[in-house]
């Protein structure tokens, strides 16, 4: 019979499973918040990842400026310090970010997978 795992250990997991697919998001390529819980097994679950995120003790080491809002946006108060290390990490990359938001269709995770699969429109 296998043991159950204890909260702390459940929850060690989860943040594992998070932090390993926020990791595997490619430079120069962005995910929402929903993408990186549907990827780590926990769909609909888009604020827990914000969560670990930011209680991550390896944040500085994980690509989390690559994480943003569905629409594009970065989830980071416009002003913060947060807000402007997100944007300039995320140019550096050669990431468009215009009005603080990033074209989910050109520099989404899925993007080359959606070209793959369906083609160049009037190619």
Same mark, same amino acid.
């Given at each position: 019979?296998?043991?159950? $795992? +204890?909260?702390?250990?459940? %929850?060690? #997991? /989860? *943040?594992?499973?998070? @932090? ?39 944040? $500085? +080491?994980?690509?989390?400026? %690559?994480? #943003? /809002? *569905?629409?594009?946006? @970065? ?49």
């Amino acid at each position: 019979m296998a043991e159950e $795992l +204890d909260d702390d250990e459940t %929850r060690a #997991l /989860r *943040a594992q499973r998070i @932090i390993e697919a926020v990791a595997a998001i490619p430079r120069g390529r962005v995910a929402s918040y929903g993408a990186i819980a549907a990827r780590a097994g926990y769909p609909g679950r888009a604020r827990l990842i914000g969560r670990v995120l930011g209680d991550a003790p390896n944040r $500085l +080491d994980l690509p989390w400026h %690559r994480v #943003l /809002r *569905a629409d594009g946006k @970065i989830g980071i108060p416009v002003g913060t310090q947060g807000y402007r290390e997100q944007c300039k990490r995320l140019k550096a990359e050669g990431v468009t970010v215009k009005d603080g938001r990033v074209p989910m269709s050109a520099f989404g995770l899925d993007h080359d997978l959606d070209r793959a699969i369906w083609g160049f429109a009037g190619g």
